[in-house]
């Protein structure tokens, strides 16, 4: 692999599924290398769970040797029992990159669809739809969690200088994209 490849792994954690994505960049050419989604049983004990979710993480870490880790944070919600075992699983997760050198980024799940949709609210397919154009990805994903952190971790490449598409097209930004192209709004 050249010098200039970087990997990184988008992870969306869940303490019943884990999103996981490993994306390459080399020359700014994005490719997929893995897109898959972690299910744990509910039946099994909570912090069962969290060592399998630190068991993975380390294992993809040692199978793709990541530059850049990148997760989705925390956000706001009204059940306060669901939010702490979400955060357990964000923290594990963290905490197995923290432990193998790697720099770790979090976003908001407005941010990661801002970045590859253009639109903050953005759903589940049209997140989808935009990485099966940017990737050139064909099979449909069994979890919309898989896909979610590949989006995590095409965010992160676009925030850390990785130039985003549309300006390799004569666009300017999403806005002019969307001027230039209203027949592609996904309505």
Known sequence: MEKSAKIILGID????????????VQQGKISL??????????????????????????????????????IEAPFFGKNVQSMLKLGRAQGVAIAAAMSAGIPVTEYSPRKVKQSVTGNGNADKEQVWKM??????????PQYFDATDAVAIAVCHHYQIGGNLPLKAKGVSGWDDFLKKNPHRLVK
Do not use: C, W
């Open 131 to 140: 990485l099966q154009q940017l990737l050139n990805i064909a099979e449909a």
């Open 33 to 70: 290398q893995e897109m898959h989604a972690l299910k744990l049983s509910g039946k099994k004990d909570n912090h069962e769970r969290l060592h399998m979710i630190h068991q993975k993480v380390t294992e993809l870490i040692r199978t793709y040797k990541p530059h850049e880790f990148a």
């Open 13 to 24: 954690p869940g303490t019943l599924l884990m999103g996981y994505g490993v994306i390459r």
